[in-house]
Structure formats: C-alpha cells, structure tokens
C-alpha cells in the first residue's frame, strides 16, 4: 500500500521506540513520524538544519561553500528552515507523484498483455522481493540515517556508510542465491507448478540490484542534495519502465520480462549512483561500525515483518485457498484508489511538521481534532468515489477481464485512510513522549490479519482479502487511538468520523450493486448517490459554516497565488 513518501524530516515508523535518546529529537518543529507500515524506525536528519547551516555541502570544505554573513541567524531563523523544508518537501513529492503516477501507466499495458493469473504472479513474487529486501536490510538504513550527521569525521562517516552499503548488498545477495537455489520447490509451493522456477529467479536478483542502487539514491537524500536525488530516482523509475515495457511488450518475455526491466534499470543505474556518492564511500569496512548499526537496526525487525505481514499476507492466502488469478483481481481493483494515496501522501508529509509546530498553543488539541475530522471529510470522499466508480475506472484502464477487481476497490481505499488515521491520532502518544505504546499495536494488528484472513477468505475470496487487511489496519488505528487517549486526550469529534465511516461503507455496498447494471444506467445511478453523499455531509452538520469559509478562503488564496504566477 504505500508505498512511502520520501523526505528529509524524522521519520518515526510504527511500532518502535525511540532508540539512543541523546542521537536525535523525536519531538522537533520539523519532525514527523511516517513510513510504509512497520518498516522501519528511520531517523533521517532532524538534525540535519544546523549541520547544513555551518556546512551547506557535505563532503566539500567549508572553504569551498558560499560564505555566509551571519551563520547563527541562520541556524536559529525558522523561516531559513522553513524555507529548506518547503524545498526538499515540494522534490520528493515530485519523485512521489512521479513513481505514482508512471506505475499507473503499466497497468493498461500489463493489463492488455497479462492474463489476471499472471497479472497475481506478478503481484506476490513482488512481496516476496519485497520481504527479502526486507530481511536484507536488517533496519540498515535506519542506523545509516540515525549516525550520518554525527560529528564523526569524514573518514569515519564513510566507512559507516560504506559497512552498511556492503552489509545490505551482501546479505541480498546471499538471499537471492538461496531462493535462486531453490526456485524450483519454492514455485511448486506458491502456484502448485515448478514452471514459475525461472521467474523466481530473475524476480530475486532485482532485490540486491535495487538495494545497491536504492542505498545510493538515499544518501542522496540524506547528505541534503534533493535534486541529484530526485533526478537519478526518476532516470531508475523511467529506466525500469521502459525496459519493463521492451521486455514485455516489444521482446514478448511474458512475466519474466516484468522483472528483468528492473533488473536492468537497478544495475544500468548503479555507475551514476556510485559518482553521485564517490565522496560518501570509502574502501574500508568497519566491523565496529557493524556492530553500532546493527545495535540499532535489528531491534526494528519484529515491528518490520509485522508490517509486511499486515499489507501482503492476504496474498498467500488467497494462493492457498484461491488461485493467482484471485491474486490478479485483488492487485488490479487495488490500483482503482492508487490516486488516493498520492492525497493522503501529501497530507501526511505536511501533517507532522504542523502537528509539532502547534504543540504549545493553548487550541492546539481543538486543532488536532479537526484536522482529523478535516481530513476524513476529503478522504471519505475520495473513498466513495473510488467504491461508487471504480468499473468505469477498470474499464478505462484495464480489460473486461479485470472488471471483477472492481468489487475491492473501495475496501482498499478505506485501507488507505484507515492507515492514515493511524498516523494522525497517533500524535497524543508522540507528544506525551510514550511512543512505547506504539508497539503494542504492530502485534495485535498483525494478528488480527491473520485471524481476519483465516475467517474471511475461505468464504468471500478476495474481497475477504481485502476486507481482512480493511479491518486489520482499522484495528490498529482504533487501538492506537484509545492508547492515545489515554496518554494525550483530544477532543475528537468521533461521531463525525464513524458518520463519514458508514457512508462509505454503504458506498461499496451500492458500488457493487449499481456495477450490474448497463453501463449509462450505472453511471446515472452513481452519480445521484454521490450527490446524495454529498447531502448528507451537510445533513449530518459534519461540513457546516466553518467548513464551507475554509474551504472557500484557500481556494481564494490558491487561485490569486495563480494569477500571480500568470502575470508573472
């Protein structure tokens, strides 16, 4: 699901505490705490404004930098901060919009060329690529962020960075070799076939060829050169596609293709992203290194798999009680609310950095309700327009063999906002300074899903995938919330969010029922129940006064900043 927004603020993952306390500030103005779920606690540079102050260019003598007339007016003049901020945010949510929106692209082409069973093929050998890199990176990337702006030394920080880089390379490559090894039992076990063996094999090696090259783009990252970043990220993604789209289409390997274009593309981009770097790597290998990296990252494990557990493990299921086919259907009615996450995305991104900016003014629980409140307005909407029409979505980008995929579409995008939520109400724990609650929750949720997927799939196939991971973050989210509570009330207006949370849930049940009939007739349909949702936001007094002048000053002030860019 989510993919993850990259930038350059605190990441707290879910499910971690806080490590090394005197290492990093989990509470700062520009921290925020997110990431795909349960990954990792990644810690980038929230110290990073004061280091970039003193010596905007890492790896470059001071000498070598534009000097600057008052240094401590910078470091401690929030809108120099602010301003860097804004900069490296709008970058990244480029590269985000962008891996976003030329995923999507593949989908009409893979669609017209896959059948649904290999369309699902495709779909579970990229989790398992994803839980080996997982497995690979040990939390690697965390400890590298967590220590890069130590003041070490340059030769030291690159040896630091250079033991994590072969650490993470290596273990891919070991893993890569022993699933290679065994494809064959590994093929027979997932499709009930050995013929998948050649697949599993070209699908494993993209795992150590992306960790190297992904490893490099994210130092990019880290070492503040947002551009560099998001140029060689987008120069991979282009590259994966096209070569996925020769491959597949213009070279006819089928399924093998879809994995060996990033293959290629990771290898390809590996030169640019070793001179991009030159001066962050060194050719020494430190075991102490090693062993401070580890202190910090492998900890992070547990809370990782449970993630990977929440947001994939619906597939394996489906392949035991289902087929891959079912596999394909889920994977494709998912990609109907893959443009709601670039919304939610972007929310999140902005989200923690206000949240802090606020802490101390005496309205700023009122202001926490209602932003969250604020946002299942927008999400709930989102919601009942990918439920009401994501058949016509599927018909525009997709075959008619797909269309069923339509009936999880608007389970998925409540997964999308439920796992949001999560991250919104979870700001009582971080404040109160108890982020060891969070925890708690990466169990319980990922039990849940498994219990859910047990009960549902059986019965209702992939739709009870899609409502077992639904119901799996929702009770993380609501689990987090009471946890919250407890540790930092706020006045949230629930009965709001559970108004909004049944019309959407009546939404997809309309949405099913209106897909059977002629197509006009359904559109027709569809279009009074989205007036009528829009109704009953005003109805319920959920969008009321208040709302409406909110939302009518930032259009105002969004269409002036506009004339202005015009006459410009």
Known sequence: MRAGVRSDLTRLHRGNNQP???????????????????????????????????????????????????????????????????????????????????????????????????????????????????GATLGLDTATALYFYDNTGEEDRRAMVTTAVATRVGLSVLFAALISLFAPAISEVLFRSETAASTIRIAVWTAPANAMAGFLIELLRLSRKPWIYAALSITNLLLSVGLSILFVVGLGWGVDGAFAGPLLAGVLILPAGFWATRKLLSPRFSRAWLTKLLHIGLPLIPAALGGWLIAYSNRY??????????????????????????????????????????????????????????????AGTGVVIVALFAKELLLVFTTTSYLAGAAVSGLMAL???????????????????????????????????????????????????????????????????????????????????????????????????????????????????????????????IVGPNEINLGYGWARRRLRMMGRGHSA
């Open 20 to 134: 090394s306390a005197g290492r990093c500030r989990p509470v700062c103005p520009d921290a925020r705490w997110r990431a795909g779920r349960g990954a990792s606690l990644q810690l980038a540079d929230a110290r990073a404004g004061p280091a970039r102050c003193v010596s905007p260019a890492v790896g470059r003598p001071i000498a070598q930098t534009r000097p600057i007339r008052n240094p401590q007016s910078q470091i401690h003049n929030p809108m120099i901060r602010l301003r860097h901020l804004v900069k490296d945010t709008s970058v990244y949510g480029l590269v985000n919009a962008t891996r976003s929106l030329v995923g999507l692209l593949l989908v009409p082409i893979y669609t017209r060329v896959f059948l649904p069973g290999d369309y699902g093929q495709i779909d579970v050998l990229t989790t398992l690529v994803a839980f080996l890199t997982l």
């Open 317 to 378: 299921f489906l392949l035991h009680y289902g087929s891959a086919t079912d596999v394909g259907l889920l994977a494709v009615g998912n990609k109907a609310s893959a443009l709601l996450v670039l919304f939610t995305s972007a929310f999140l991104t902005a989200w923690g950095p206000f949240a802090f900016s606020i802490q101390k003014q005496e309205n700023a629980r009122q202001i926490y309700a209602k932003t969250l409140t604020y946002f299942w307005i927008v």
């Open 415 to 541: 997964q999308i906002v439920a796992d949001s939520s999560y991250y919104i109400v979870s700001i009582g724990i971080v404040l109160a300074k108890r982020t060891r609650l969070l925890a708690y929750s990466v169990p319980v949720a990922a039990a849940a899903c498994v219990i859910f997927n047990l009960l549902l799939v059986p019965r209702l196939n992939y739709i009870g995938a899609a409502l077992a991971a639904m119901l799996a973050y929702g009770a993380s989210a609501v689990m987090v919330y009471f946890l919250s509570q407890r540790a930092y009330p706020i006045p949230y207006e629930t009965g709001k969010v559970l108004s909004i949370l049944a019309m959407c849930v009546i939404a997809w049940l309309a949405g099913m029922a209106t897909n059977q009939l002629s197509l006009w007739v359904g559109i027709g349909v569809k279009i009074i129940l989205l007036a009528a949702f829009v109704a009953a936001l005003f109805l319920l007094r």
